[in-house]
C-alpha cells in the first residue's frame, strides 16, 4: 500500500525559498500522477501543482506559477515542490498526493487524488 511522507515545511520570510519533499514507500512512483495541494484556515483545499504519470506534462496553479517547481526522482521514489519568492499568501498546510488511475489535465484534480501524505506546515511571514 502506498504511503506518502512529507518534509521540509518551516517559517521563511517573504521572498525567501523552502524545498518540499514526499517520499514514498510500499509501491514506486512510476506510473503514478503526482502532485501538492494546500489548505489555509478557513479555505478549502487548493490544488498547486501536478505531474501526469502518461505524458510527464506539469501543471500550477496561477497563483504559483513561475514561482513554483515540481519534480520527481523516480531513483528514489520521492517528490518534491520547490518553493521560491514565497509570498505571506503561500502560508497552508502543504500535502503531497498520488493517483494510480487519474490521468490530470489541471490542478484541481490533485486533491482527488487516492492517496495522501499527513502534510507539512509552511508559513511565511516576517
Known amino acids: 500500500q502506498l504511503q506518502l511522507v512529507e518534509s521540509g515545511g518551516g517559517l521563511v520570510q517573504p521572498g525567501g525559498s523552502l524545498r518540499l519533499s514526499c517520499a514514498a514507500s510500499?509501491?514506486?512512483?512510476?506510473?503514478?500522477?503526482i502532485g501538492w495541494f494546500r489548505q489555509a484556515p478557513g479555505k478549502e483545499r487548493e490544488g498547486v501543482s501536478c505531474?501526469?504519470?502518461?505524458?510527464?506534462?506539469?501543471y500550477y496553479a496561477d497563483s504559483v506559477k513561475g514561482r513554483f517547481t515540481i519534480s520527481r526522482d523516480n531513483a528514489k521514489n520521492t517528490m518534491y515542490l520547490q518553493m521560491n519568492s514565497l509570498k505571506p499568501e503561500d502560508t497552508a498546510v502543504y500535502y503531497c498526493?498520488?493517483?494510480?488511475?487519474?490521468?490530470?489535465?489541471?490542478?484541481?484534480?490533485?486533491?482527488?487524488?487516492?492517496?495522501w501524505g499527513q502534510g507539512t506546515q509552511v508559513t511565511v511571514s516576517s
Open positions: 505531474i501526469s504519470a502518461s505524458d510527464g506534462s506539469t
Open positions: 510500499g509501491v514506486t512512483l512510476d506510473y503514478y500522477a
Open positions: 498526493a498520488a493517483d494510480l488511475w487519474t490521468m490530470p489535465r489541471g490542478v484541481s484534480e490533485v486533491p482527488s487524488f487516492g492517496s
